[in-house]
């Protein structure tokens, strides 16, 4: 027995117990309540197996991490000889040649425009280096953002957070200021108090599924740029080609971002790894000289496995097309759900771009049904989505999420790499879910998916 193996094993014994005695025994009980009792046990590609050997597919993809899915052979092979070759990691006196690589490609990819890249270990990480750097460059502090927005969970990344239920628990985050999603008229008001040393946006909204309309970015850019604003794009989850393009603000000719955040799918999801992406001047306005060269760092930037799996996954990213495929299976599979959507008037809407994927639960509809459901009222609101999220688990072993409670989203996120018969799969499981949920009189459905939800 190898010792991964071994430790792993004795890991097994005491899964459950020593999550809840030392890790979270609050998100167990969530777990419990909604009914995921499974246990999975191996991944490939967009496929995941239980301890029954049981094959799910994966439409989460670790909240869309696993761009090119698990256990790619290349990917694989890389970190192993990475490791086994001794190359020494965080010398940290040195000038790291993978990722003076990685950060050249990731420019390249901006067009140049964004020439310096700052490492880090999460989206949260290159959202506060965004933010401190935009400081720097402006001279003010407050940070713009939309509402609905989802930047991260450290405490700058929390200010901008459009969910008030997130912040309030942690008190004074800091100067921020919300907008609605998609409202120009709103954002030029606003950067128009020149107040603002940022403004941060998705291309398409984590929580929602929402995208941007065409033309947004491009004046954004435009209006910040005016008014000395920096436009960070977040592209922590839309990025390394999910929306069907490398960056999801490529989407929009003539959108100039100042700096650009990636994380997420950017090591495929093997190491966890960050990056903001800045314009050159931007970036000498914090960097400016030696007594500068570390005023904001991190111990574990840039590590060898982190700087591999960017490269790699770059690589994989274009020999295997994901961008286009992205593209191509995301546009087939908005357009069926915009046929199932005629179907089921439960539906209200199919939102996102390439492969992040949402259908939006009617809300009005959603209100009445739930308020003639004796007992169960208004309680069950916040299940509602998850309501269907457990059909799809547990009928169609489809693992899907639904985004936060008060937005009712049904979220698709599967690896890139997702096959066509796994997207008929899919499909399929939509039609059929749809169909169980809705066939009796719309109350009754609903009562049903509620009934089911938590019974494993
Ligand atoms: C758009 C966006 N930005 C930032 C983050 C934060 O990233 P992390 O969870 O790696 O800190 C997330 C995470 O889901 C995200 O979706």
């Known amino acids: 027995?190898?010792?991964?193996?071994?430790?792993?094993?004795?890991?097994?014994?005491?899964?459950?117990?020593?999550?809840?005695?030392?890790?979270?025994?609050?998100?167990?009980?969530?777990?419990?309540?909604?009914?995921?009792?499974h246990s999975f046990v191996r991944g490939e590609g967009a496929l995941l197996w239980d301890e029954q050997e049981?094959?799910?597919?994966?439409?989460?993809?670790?909240?869309?991490?696993?761009?090119?899915?698990?256990?790619?052979p290349r990917?694989?092979?890389?970190?192993?000889?990475a490791l086994e070759s001794g190359h020494p990691n965080w010398v940290q006196f040195d000038r790291p040649a993978l990722s003076g690589l990685l950060a050249r490609r990731l420019s390249e990819r901006t067009g140049?425009?964004?020439?310096?890249?700052?490492?880090?270990?999460?989206?949260?990480?290159?959202?506060?280096?965004?933010?401190?750097l935009a400081r720097r460059a402006t001279g003010r502090d407050a940070v713009l953002h939309c509402d609905h927005a989802y930047h991260g969970m450290t405490l700058g990344a929390l200010s901008a957070n459009g969910n008030e239920r997130l912040r309030q628990p942690f008190g004074d985050l800091g100067p921020s200021e919300q907008i609605a999603f998609n409202d120009l008229h709103a954002l030029e008001r606003a950067l128009e108090s020149r107040k603002f040393a940022a403004f941060i946006v998705e291309p398409v909204q984590g929580k929602t599924c929402r995208s941007l309309a065409d033309g947004?970015?491009?004046?954004?850019?435009?209006?910040?740029?005016?008014?000395?604003?920096?436009?960070?794009?977040?592209?922590?989850?839309t990025g390394v080609g999910r929306t069907g393009?490398?960056?999801?603000?490529?989407?929009?000719?003539?959108?100039?971002?100042?700096?650009?955040?990636?994380?997420?799918a950017l090591s495929g999801g093997y190491v966890p790894l960050g990056v903001t992406l800045v314009r050159r001047d931007l970036w000498r306005a914090t960097f400016h000289s030696i007594s500068n060269a570390l005023i904001h760092s991190s111990t574990f930037q840039g590590g060898l496995l982190a700087m591999v799996a960017g490269l790699m996954t770059l690589e994989i990213h274009d020999a295997e097309q994901l961008s286009a495929r992205?593209?191509?299976l995301g546009e087939r599979i908005a357009s069926t759900l915009r046929v199932i959507q005629k179907k089921y008037p439960c539906i209200g809407e199919v939102r996102g771009k390439g492969l992040i994927c949402g259908i939006a639960l009617t809300p009005t509809l959603l209100e009445r049904a739930l308020a003639s459901i004796p007992i169960v009222g208004s309680a069950v609101e916040p299940v509602f989505a998850q309501a269907f999220v457990m059909e799809f688990l547990k009928k169609h072993?489809?693992?899907?999420?639904?985004?936060?409670r008060a937005t009712n989203v049904i979220k698709f996120t599967p690896p890139l790499v997702l096959e066509e018969s796994q997207c008929d799969w899919l499909l399929r499981a939509v039609e059929e879910c749809f169909h169980t949920i809705s066939r009796a009189p719309t109350v009754h459905g609903i009562a049903h998916a509620v009934h089911n939800l938590g019974d494993g």
């Open 326 to 328: 992205a593209e191509r």
């Open 245 to 264: 393009k490398f960056f999801g603000y490529e989407h929009d000719r003539g959108a100039r971002p100042h700096m650009v955040v990636l994380s997420k």
């Open 397 to 404: 072993r489809v693992l899907c999420l639904a985004t936060e």
């Open 112 to 132: 140049g425009e964004l020439q310096h890249a700052v490492f880090s270990n999460s989206g949260s990480e290159a959202v506060e280096c965004a933010f401190k």
């Open 54 to 72: 049981q094959c799910y597919l994966d439409c989460v993809a670790g909240y869309a991490v696993h761009a090119i899915g698990r256990s790619h």
């Open 1 to 37: 027995m190898t010792d991964f193996q071994r430790l792993l094993q004795g890991a097994r014994e005491d899964q459950v117990s020593n999550f809840e005695t030392h890790v979270n025994p609050a998100f167990s009980e969530l777990l419990r309540t909604l009914g995921h009792r």
């Open 216 to 237: 947004y970015l491009a004046e954004a850019s435009r209006l910040a740029t005016k008014h000395g604003t920096i436009l960070i794009v977040d592209e922590v989850q």
């Open 75 to 81: 990917m694989v092979n890389a970190l192993r000889e």
